[in-house]
């Protein structure tokens, strides 16, 4: 039997009664007909509401969600916005941006930090009521989990961002060691670094990363730039040439994103490591030091250890890359104890469980209060979500299939 795949819009509707009466003996006058409240006029606004139950095969793996249609969409298209993804084991969520796709979508910078009823405020998903308009970089990606990963507001470990309040992005000149295979001893080795971001328009358009690096064998220094603003830029640093996709290739750019050939982001079998961070970038307990990033001799500064003899460590931990989102935060907590996922708390004991309403152990239950806004894949509506339940088919079994309900409200396109 071919597994299924089902989603169910639900159309919300909202109504409101009253009534009343008395007993008391003495006349009741009857209060003034209400005026008629009028039908509200779409505006740009959180103008649509909709409700995804999205019930994920793990044969099939995954099911996308198009905001603008209110609608399931093709996980191979262009159009989806929101995707579940379940490989039998775990459950994603993911945007059509960065990594998971080519598209312009992205979730708010440091998703649930806001609840669903302080998202309920917003008239606007590019500005917040407390700070004010807020610029493309807020959405953050879908991001390569590997080498490239940083722990700062952007997920990156090449740049700073926002650290003038300008919002720019600002290069560490951290070196990191690329191999063509970890796995044989013998495989050429690249020393990178990323120095630069703007480029374009008079220098000054966003999203043209410059890289210098040197083929360990030769020390020979080679520096490319490239136009990463609209699409994914994939470079062979043998032939230091752009190449394909489905080319020879180690590194690739879209924007501030980076991944490896190899892992979740390409079929090839390349691995990297963090080899150097320049000093005094950083204090002792990892926060940048912005005058030491406004420094303009950084790039002559930092070129020597592009070439240091000491770059591979003892013992060398080779990364590869795994494909991540802000919609995926780490768990909170401490096993044994419930922990907090964002879009839901997982009970590992029977008892814990139990107390949650929940008929065994290792169950999950939504957390409605968590919230994120979303950007569609075009890049021109919005939607703020949260999970309002997880449903099991047996509900006595953990390893029951589930299905996610979410609810939005969506702010069309213009």
């Not at 507001?153 to 600002?170: C, N, Q, R, V």
């Not at 780490?330 to 044994?336: E, H, T």
């Not at 065994?360 to 509506?381: D, Q, V």
Request: net charge neutral; aromatic share 10%.
């Amino acid at each position: 039997m071919k597994p299924i795949l089902t989603a169910t819009l639900l159309a919300m509707t909202v109504g409101l009664s009253a009534c009343g009466g008395s007993d008391s003996g003495e006349a009741v006058v009857a209060p003034p007909a209400p005026t008629p409240t009028p039908t509200p006029v779409p505006t740009a606004g959180f103008s649509k509401t909709a409700v995804w139950e999205a019930s994920v095969d793990p044969k099939l793996g995954e099911l996308c969600y198009d905001i603008d249609a209110q609608a399931a969409a093709d996980c191979k298209g262009d159009a989806w916005d929101l995707k579940v993804k379940d490989d039998g084991r775990s459950t994603g969520f993911f945007t059509n941006s960065g990594t998971s796709g080519a598209a312009k979508g992205g979730a708010l910078g440091s998703p649930f930090d806001s609840t669903w009823a302080d998202l309920k405020k917003w008239q606007d998903g590019m500005k917040d009521p407390v700070s004010g308009a807020l610029d493309v970089s807020s959405y953050l990606k879908d991001y390569a989990d590997g080498v490239f990963t940083g722990t700062n507001a952007i997920k990156s470990a090449a740049f700073e961002y926002d650290l003038a309040g300008d919002h720019k992005l600002s290069p560490n000149f951290k070196v990191f060691l690329i191999s063509d295979d970890a796995s044989k001893a013998d495989a050429k080795q690249y020393a990178l670094q990323v120095v630069g971001y703007y480029g374009g328009n008079g220098g000054t358009a966003s999203g043209y990363p410059s890289i210098r690096w040197a083929d360990r064998a030769s020390n020979n220094e080679r520096t490319a730039s490239f136009d990463a603003s609209k699409a994914w830029v994939y470079f062979d640093l043998a032939k230091g040439a752009e190449s394909t996709e489905a080319g020879t290739w180690h590194v690739a750019f879209n924007r501030y994103s980076m991944k490896l050939n190899s892992g979740a982001s390409g079929a090839g079998t390349v691995a990297a490591l963090l080899a150097k961070t320049p000093e005094g970038f950083y204090t002792a307990d990892g926060k940048p030091v912005t005058a030491k990033f406004a420094d303009t001799n950084n790039l002559a500064q930092t070129r020597a250890l592009l070439t240091a003899a000491d770059l591979l460590p003892a013992k060398a931990k080779w990364l590869s890359d795994k494909n991540a989102s802000p919609l995926n935060p780490a768990m909170k907590g401490n096993y044994p104890e419930p922990m907090d996922a964002g879009w839901y708390n997982y009970y590992s004991t029977l008892d814990s469980a139990k107390l949650a309403g929940l008929a065994a152990a290792h169950m999950l239950k939504a957390n409605p209060t968590a919230a994120t806004m979303i950007r569609s894949a075009e890049g021109n509506s919005f939607a703020r979500m949260h999970l309002t339940e997880i449903k099991y088919a047996d509900p006595s079994k953990a390893s029951s299939a589930k299905t996610w309900k979410f609810e939005f409200d969506i702010q069309p396109k213009l």
